[in-house]
């Protein structure tokens, strides 16, 4: 078993989400330090509001003020709390009801431990002091022993409502590409290219993803192949993508090494771009330190029969 | 419906907690090919594909394609995937037997968790709205179900733990499960919820073949008939539901046909130990029913694959002889968010 191979990974992107008018008039809202519900055409006020009605379907909009008091539901003791979390020392997950409404809240009570917290404690709201219009302007809820508060009539129509979100989200993983893809990368860091041949159809391919796509079986027979390779096909890339430092128009290629039943990709350099064509026959070039081929120029050889390799287009 | 649809056969990974060594496709090839292997199908033969997946859990952009490898689907098969558990996929499997457009079915579903975190993967799912940004975990979700069950005097912690230790007995008689025996029953890790409450984080996969009428009688001796599926969903906010009881799951088992007859075997998809208890009442199954004899999802929780094993394992008694009548849940989401029920039929002995 070679070693296996690691490598983190973080999967990071800012959703931009737009809002509904009852999401919108919420989340303004807590920017505002006023709490609304919805009522149902039963007549229930859900808190938080949604835009449709959980049991009948139907569109709902009319917005009714409900206090930041209320009174917990269910909790659940977080004595060690992860990233991205409301508070960063533990804490009590809670639903919560707020005075007024009939469905409870989801968010964190801050309390000093496990046995200050139980269902039916009263509980208020603690704004953040930063608010944005959004969950998080809730900081957290606190315990809460004084008067039930009164709703102060808003009807929830707001200066500047907000009408979207952005809801960043970050993932952290540790790679490990499995056995075909691991001894590539390896072979790779030696200079060489090494596929992986069909037990059954007697294909090589080249990244090998360790089965055969026609076949459904495992490969494993490991072949090296080229270092020499034909373009099948190819592209010019005229846009600039962020982050990288390729001058354009540059050429995108399909290569098929020689010896490979399947093409894989790379640039092709050493050659102006609008003279690269099918059949150019290409070897790799790698730059100090590189653990793949930073791109592909001609060898030089005449350009290879188009019946060599119309099966790899 | 006039068209009967069966389980013909099933297959698993060993679940383990780490499988760093294979890619998902590496991993989930060896279950197809077990599973063919049972029939004497070839891909080739298989008229419909269909699998459960989730992109996320591994953080790998497009796995279910690389996974398509395994099943050796060039030139083009007739395949589709669901980015929910493998249950879902045998449900989309089963609707297209149901039209005749397919005799045989190859269902298949598959999870590696290790290369992430699983509790924050989860929130992912959650409303982008309200609940997301404040990142509460899978096991804080399911620690207010379960406190909401103690509150109502349902419950206590003793209770759960025995939840949890009658599953990894019975997974003692499991090969493929990742806790088995005695397992300590733990801290807390979200309170009331301690390690035992909670499932293993694994690896693994699971395939099963579906065949219609005759077809089925040639591939299996003793077809597990599917006899109803239905699925269903409850409000999405937390906060609406009352947690305690599982209304979905009661509707999809009336649907299914659950209640029509008694089930001798159950097969629940819980991945905490209270929500076996919900599950049990929703379902109205009483000490007489043979309740995970697998050891459920406390002893293996391939994600997106622990439920399509539940609906395995209860063909697979079926199979076997060992049960006549048996139900399958799976669940998907949040506290029991979404939840489906199968229910399956051996012929008379």
């Known amino acids: 078993m070679p070693e296996v191979l690691k490598a983190p990974l973080t999967v990071e992107f800012p959703f931009t989400r737009s809002l509904g008018p009852v999401q919108s008039a919420f989340l303004t809202g807590l920017r505002e330090r006023v709490v609304l519900g919805v009522r149902t055409g039963d007549g229930r006020i859900l808190v938080p509001p949604v835009e449709y009605d959980p049991v009948t379907a139907e569109e709902i909009r009319d917005l009714v003020e409900v206090t930041p008091t209320g009174t917990v539901t269910t909790w659940a003791w977080n004595h060690a709390p992860r990233r991205g979390q409301p508070l960063d ?37 603690r704004w953040a002091e930063q608010r944005t219009g959004a969950i998080t302007d809730i900081a957290c809820f606190e315990p809460y022993d004084g008067e039930r508060a009164q709703p102060t009539g808003h009807l929830g129509q707001f200066e500047e409502p907000i009408t979207g979100i952005v809801a960043p989200a970050r993932l952290d993983y540790t790679y490990s590409p499995g056995r075909a893809q691991s001894a590539y990368i390896k072979a790779l860091s030696d200079r060489r290219i090494v596929g992986e041949r069909c037990p059954s159809c007697r294909k090589v391919y080249v990244p090998p993803r360790g089965a055969c796509p026609t076949c459904g079986v495992a490969t494993g027979e490991q072949v090296e192949v080229g270092p020499r390779g034909t373009v099948t096909t190819f592209c010019i890339v005229n846009i600039k993508a962020k982050n990288l430092d390729i001058e354009v128009p540059y050429v995108y290629a399909h290569i098929a090494l020689d010896g490979a039943d399947l093409a894989l990709h790379g640039r092709i350099g050493g050659i102006p771009y609008d003279q690269v064509r099918m059949g150019l026959r290409v070897e790799p070039v790698w730059t100090e330190d590189s653990r793949y081929p930073d791109h592909y120029r001609p060898t030089g050889e005449p350009d290879a029969d188009y019946e060599t390799y119309k099966e790899l287009l | 419906m006039t068209r009967d649809i069966a389980v013909v056969a ?3 990974t060993d679940h383990r907690r780490t499988s760093d060594e294979l890619s998902e496709v590496e991993m989930l090839m060896p279950v197809l090919h077990d599973v063919l292997d049972h029939t004497g199908l070839q891909t080739a033969d298989i008229g419909f594909t269909c699998s459960g997946s989730s992109d996320y859990l591994a953080g790998r952009a497009f796995s279910f394609t690389l996974a398509l490898d395994g099943v050796g689907a060039w030139p083009p098969i007739s395949e589709s995937h669901v980015e929910m558990d493998g249950a879902w996929a045998l449900y989309e499997a089963w609707t297209k037997l149901l039209t005749g457009e397919a005799d045989t079915a190859l269902v298949y579903a598959y999870g590696k968790s290790s290369p992430g975190s699983v509790r924050d993967v989860l929130t992912r799912q959650l409303d982008p709205y309200y609940v997301a940004p404040l990142w509460p975990d899978s096991v804080a979700l399911a620690a207010l179900q379960a406190q909401a069950l103690i509150d109502a005097g349902e419950t206590d912690e003793p209770a759960l733990a025995a939840v949890a230790a009658r599953s990894r007995t019975a997974a003692q008689d499991n090969s493929h499960a990742q806790l088995r025996g005695s397992v300590p029953h733990g801290e807390y890790v979200v309170r009331p919820l301690r390690t035992g409450d909670c499932p293993p984080i694994g690896d693994g996969a699971a395939a099963v073949i579906l065949a219609a009428g005759e077809r089925a009688r040639e591939l299996c001796a003793r077809p597990a008939w599917i006899r109803g599926v239905d699925h269903r969903i409850e409000a999405h906010g937390l906060g609406v539901r009352d947690l305690t009881d599982s209304p979905s799951t009661r509707l999809a088992a009336e649907r299914a046909g659950a209640f029509e007859r008694p089930v001798d075997t159950a097969e629940l998809h819980a991945p905490f130990t209270a929500q076996e208890l919900v599950l049990r009442k929703a379902l109205r199954l009483d000490d007489t029913v043979s309740v995970n004899p697998s050891g459920g999802a406390l002893a293996a929780h391939p994600i997106m694959a622990a439920g399509l094993i539940r609906v395995g394992e209860a063909a697979a008694r079926i199979h076997r002889g060992e049960s006549d009548r048996a139900l399958a849940h799976a669940t998907s989401g949040p506290c029991l968010q979404q939840n489906l029920v199968a229910v399956l039929e051996g012929d008379p002995r």
């Open chain 2, 10 to 12: 099933f297959a698993q």
């Open chain 1, 89 to 125: 020392t533990p804490f009590a997950w809670a639903l919560v009801r707020l005075d007024g409404a009939d469905t409870a809240l989801l968010h964190a009570l801050d309390a000093p431990g496990p046995g200050d917290v139980h269902t039916g404690m009263r509980v208020r709201i």
